[in-house]
């Protein structure tokens, strides 16, 4: 826009003096601000200060403190406004005037005299920020932006694999002629055949099973890998949710309650042993002899979320994931730790899964979650 931007970068700190005088500003009214300057004579500090006021202000109340709070920190000088670097302004020494613009500023917030007032600042994530959410790790995530993901998560499409069925349906062009309608459509022309009905194999969508390691090893990602299998829960139909550590835990219904937080409390709730140890091979197993036949049918896919760290039986894991895999149509094994570019898959349990895995990816931002979802998709 000008040399060395001062003009944007002024315009943020000019919202952030207002946001501390209890002037509620946003992101976005900044934004509006500096696309408002093209329209007028920058140089004319007066237009700059009806088109500020304009953008800024929304309530009658806070007009007298914006026209202190812009004549306090735009002074006049003969310099052109975007020549300034008021960066340098803002960390001089208060002068008697600041002094009564925060004074009134604190006695409406209920803050002492000699208490400073702390901005509260909206968190608004554009684009470059969510780009930056994408492949951030889980487990460095703080509580806002595990929010924002949160949120982006559910922005994501999934899309499972079609099975075909036996049952036939009505096409248009199907490759079969289907007789029963055929010559019942055909009484109307006294039973010449002029009109052929025809049939097709009808799809649909194939079951999904998610299998999450909610053990102590995956501490820093079981929550918000719980958010991920209630998205996938409640984005699709027919899917089955189990968390296991020492022992397996079947939390579908929990995460079928509509609000999320309240789906997540309660999961968390049934879950008894979250935190705790790992016993992988025993939690196959149990999956395998209670649960196997009644969610594996019609050809589902399995979803296991763990890091392999595994304290029990190796040779029982190694045989449990071989009839697990003999029993889905495809098994997609997720480590959050193989988002680091120098990890091996050393642990024993990894070693003892990975022959009996059709996937092994990461599941360690929103970025490896979206490659999951164009796997799944492409088979699609």
Same mark, same amino acid.
């Given at each position: ?16 003096? @207002?946001?501390? +005088? ?8 900044? $934004?509006?601000?500096?696309? =408002? ?20 202000? =929304?309530?009658?109340?806070? !007009? ?19 020549? !300034? ?49 994408? #492949?951030?790790?889980?487990?460095? +995530? ?67 099973? $998610? ?10 990602? =079981?929550?918000? +890998? ?14 089955? =949710?189990? %968390? ?18 309240? %789906? ?7 879950? $008894? ?22 969610? @594996? ?33 495809? &098994?997609?094994?997720?480590?959050? &730790? ?32 979206? #490659?999951? %979802?164009?796997? +799944?998709?492409?088979? %699609?």
């Amino acid at each position: 826009m000008t040399s060395g931007g001062n003009l944007l970068r002024n315009s943020l700190l000019f919202g952030r003096m @207002l946001r501390a +005088l209890g002037v509620a500003i946003t992101p976005t009214q900044i $934004v509006d601000l500096v696309e =408002s300057l093209q329209y007028i004579e920058i140089g004319n500090r007066q237009d700059f200060k009806n088109s500020a006021r304009a953008v800024l202000i =929304s309530r009658q109340e806070h !007009l007298a403190l914006f026209d202190e709070a812009f004549d306090l920190f735009w002074q006049a000088r003969k310099e052109d406004l975007s020549e !300034l670097d008021l960066g340098k302004l803002l960390r001089k020494r208060r002068n008697p005037q600041t002094q009564q613009v925060v004074h009134r500023a604190n006695n409406d917030n209920g803050l002492d005299n000699d208490q400073e007032p702390e901005p509260q600042l909206d968190r608004i994530y554009t684009y470059s920020d969510q780009e930056l959410l994408r #492949q951030k790790d889980f487990a460095k +995530l703080d509580d806002n932006e595990l929010q924002a993901v949160q949120r982006l998560m559910m922005k994501t499409v999934w899309q499972l694999e079609p099975r075909r069925t036996r049952r036939m349906v009505r096409a248009a062009r199907g490759p079969q002629i289907d007789l029963r309608r055929t010559m019942r459509q055909n009484l109307r022309h006294g039973g010449e055949l002029l009109q052929l009905a025809r049939r097709e194999r009808k799809f649909k969508r194939r079951p999904i099973v $998610v299998i999450c390691d909610i053990s102590g090893s995956m501490e820093r990602y =079981s929550r918000v +890998l719980l958010q991920f299998v209630y998205v996938v829960t409640s984005r699709l139909d027919r899917v089955e =949710s189990f %968390a296991f550590g020492t022992r397996l835990t079947r939390i579908t219904r929990q995460l079928r309650t509509r609000n999320i937080d309240q %789906a997540l409390r309660d999961a968390s709730a049934t879950i $008894v042993d979250w935190a705790g140890g790992t016993r992988i091979g025993e939690s196959i197993r149990m999956f395998n002899y209670a649960w196997a036949r009644r969610v @594996l049918n019609q050809g589902a896919v399995v979803l296991i979320i763990s890091d392999g760290w595994d304290r029990g039986d190796v040779a029982l894991l190694a045989r449990e994931m071989d009839r697990l895999h003999r029993s889905c149509h495809q &098994l997609i094994w997720l480590n959050p &730790l193989l988002g680091d570019a120098d990890y091996e898959p050393l642990v024993r349990g990894i070693q003892a899964a990975l022959p009996h895995i059709d996937n092994f990816l990461p599941v360690h931002n929103l970025a490896s979650l979206e #490659q999951l %979802a164009a796997l +799944l998709a492409a088979r %699609a």
